[in-house]
């Protein structure tokens, strides 16, 4: 099993910065890829960035050149960088641990991100 625990939402100006943080506990020395997903309203969770073990990452065309993931704690937690955030950036943020072995996904209960005038 694998616990995931988020941090870091909150309300911001749009051009502003937020940085989300996980930190997974548990059988984390199985955890492969780390990464986080979001969901607005009425719409279904897309995949915002992943990072592996190995730091290899991945963005959506929507995020790219204003979010970065990264990897601390021995590969157990990640951030996720927030800036030049836009209106159509809120939703629920979740961070994502996948392990390849065992083909599972863990989630963590979500983090708000609001971004607002």
């Known amino acids: 099993q694998v616990q995931l625990v988020e941090s870091g939402g909150g309300l911001v100006q749009p051009g502003g910065s937020l940085r989300l943080s996980c930190v997974a506990s548990g059988r984390t020395f199985s955890i492969d890829v780390m990464g986080w997903y979001r969901q607005a309203p009425g719409k279904q969770r897309e995949l915002v960035a992943i990072i592996t073990r190995a730091g290899t990452t991945n963005y959506a065309d929507s995020v790219k050149g204003r979010f970065t993931i990264s990897r601390y704690n021995a590969g157990n937690s990640v951030y996720l960088q927030m800036n030049s955030l836009k209106p159509e950036d809120t939703a629920v943020y979740y961070c994502?641990?996948?392990?390849?072995?065992?083909?599972?996904?863990?989630w963590g209960q979500g983090t708000q991100v609001t971004v607002s005038s």
């Open positions: 994502n641990a996948h392990l390849n072995l065992v083909n599972a996904d863990y």
